[in-house]
């Protein structure tokens, strides 16, 4: 299976999609089921804790066998109380999905669904008509956007946002989104693991970022369910689908395997973004060095030189400098620059790391705290 990508829906293909309104099966009583499989197992979880009792459809409460007729009311019921807070996006090179984040007309994307754009047109899932909106901020090294409705309707509904220290493998979650222009449609699915870190890439439009943290679910997330909504059965949303497997043998996507920003993220760098413009304080750790690749004897990636050193940086602190050859992050081979940015995906501001290095042909071993980026 190949690095995950990106999947924003082109024009050309939204003109083709049939023009429909909300694909809703769960709200006609039928089956849900996107045929999509669930994703591999991780050995590692976060605490999980149950939604609120008091809603007779908490995930946690929920199974198969007898529980059928529960489970669809808490998909019916879903449904109906998050798809509002779903919108659909159009840039001039295409769509993708977004999800309303509050009353002042915020609302929270993807940055490879934005793109180089700065106005947009956005349809609600409650209504036909488009809405102008502008960028408020763009963040592409955590595919995380922000746009502002010009004249929000008073009866704009934020989503409400859920803990991402709760999220947990098997748990029952819904994808809400514009898939192939579809708007207002819904998949279903589990979160099959958490904790992943994936490369975006930059074909169909992706920033080309390392994104660590991410969940994986087995909803179906096909073109156009960028920047949308991955909701848990508490009609909360836990995460911003990003990402979906592509198969390099079969050149298609892979079936139920797609990964989504955890709400704590989307949270975190919305917040800045509509407060400063910008985002000030990432949570993405950095080695504060710019570097290639470079080969050895045999054509093969020997390791990231070191072209300059920020000044000031985790890496000026610890004594790195230009011409020195990065091979090693504590145990993990860092032959190319993938491999470094997936290294330090997997890290946050302020860990630390041994990094070895070779300078003049003498490899050396230095601790080095991780600055931010």
């Known amino acids: 299976m190949s690095l995950p990508r990106a999947y924003g829906l082109p024009r050309r293909l939204r003109r083709a999609a049939p023009a429909v309104g909300c694909v809703l099966a769960l709200l006609a009583g039928c089956s849900s089921d996107s045929g999509s499989t669930p994703g591999p197992e991780t050995a590692s979880a976060t605490g999980a ?183 848990n059965l508490d009609h909360q949303v836990i995460g911003v689908p990003t990402l979906a497997a592509a198969d390099p043998e079969q050149g298609a996507q892979a079936a139920g395997i797609g990964f989504a920003i955890p709400a704590s993220t989307v949270t975190h760098i919305a917040d800045q973004m509509i407060e400063h413009g910008r985002v000030t304080q990432s949570g993405k750790a950095a080695l504060g060095i710019s570097g290639r690749t470079v080969l050895g004897p045999g054509y093969e990636p020997a390791g990231i030189a070191v072209v300059a050193v ?37 890290h946050q501001p302020g860990d630390r790391v041994e990094v070895t290095y070779d300078r003049r042909g003498r490899e050396r071993t230095v601790s080095v705290r991780l600055g931010e980026l």
């Open 49 to 231: 804790e149950s939604g609120p009792a008091t809603r007779a459809s908490g995930a946690s409460e929920l199974g198969g066998g007898g529980d059928g007729p529960q489970v669809q009311r808490a998909y019916e019921e879903t449904v109906r109380a998050v798809l509002p807070s779903v919108v659909q996006i159009t840039t001039d090179g295409g769509l993708g999905s977004g999800v309303v984040y509050d009353r002042r007309g915020h609302i929270v994307t993807n940055a490879h669904v934005v793109g180089d754009a700065r106005a947009f047109e956005v349809t609600l899932a409650t209504g036909n008509a488009t809405l102008p909106a502008r960028l408020v901020a763009s963040f592409p090294p955590q595919d995380l956007a922000v746009i502002r409705l010009e004249d929000p309707p008073k009866d704009l509904k934020p989503a409400e946002f859920g803990d991402s220290g709760k999220v947990r493998i098997g748990q029952l979650v819904l994808a809400m989104g514009s898939p192939l222009g579809l708007s207002g449609s819904v998949t279903q699915g589990i979160v099959s693991a958490l904790d992943r870190t994936v490369g975006e890439g930059r074909r169909g439009g992706g920033t080309g970022a390392t994104i660590g943290n991410l969940v994986q679910t087995s909803a179906a997330i096909n073109p156009g369910n960028s920047g949308g909504a991955l909701v």
């Open 310 to 346: 920020t000044r000031g940086g985790a890496a000026a602190r610890a004594g790195l400098r230009a011409g020195d050859r990065i091979v090693r992050v504590d145990d993990t081979s860092t032959a190319t620059m993938s491999a470094l940015t997936d290294v330090l995906a997997r």
